[in-house]
Nanobody, 122 residues
């Protein structure tokens, strides 16, 4: 399973970006998918997760009501719509996949993408 994240870039505070994570090598229809991020000097942290059938979504408190995770199983792609961006959202964003992560909001995913940089200016 290979994950390719894209869509990062530079945005102004209050702006929006949409990240995409394209998955190859396996259908994602029965995989939980998630986004994590890592800011310079900080540990990687959970951002959002979505169940294999979109039966559940979870968000970190810091992004709740601003970010939306979604998936298109037919396209083997997961998205992260980021609105009302803040400078503290600046980080490298990673997508992750697992059939049954032990803890959906933790680093219990077997497959990881290479990351895409998001920079938010004030």
């Amino acid at each position: 399973v290979q994950l390719q994240a894209s869509g990062g870039g530079l945005a102004q505070a209050g702006g929006s970006l949409r990240l995409s994570c394209a998955v190859s090598g396996r259908t994602i229809s029965n995989y939980a998918m998630a986004w994590f991020r890592q800011a310079p000097g900080k540990e990687r942290e959970f951002v959002a997760a979505i169940g294999w059938s979109s039966g559940y979504t979870y968000y970190a408190e810091s992004v709740k009501s601003r970010f939306t995770i979604s998936r298109d199983n037919a396209k083997s792609t997961v998205y992260l719509q980021m609105n009302s961006l803040k400078p503290e959202d600046t980080a490298v964003y990673y997508c992750a996949a697992d059939r049954n992560p032990a803890i959906v909001t933790g680093n219990f995913y077997n497959y990881w993408g290479q990351g895409t940089q998001v920079t938010v200016s004030s």
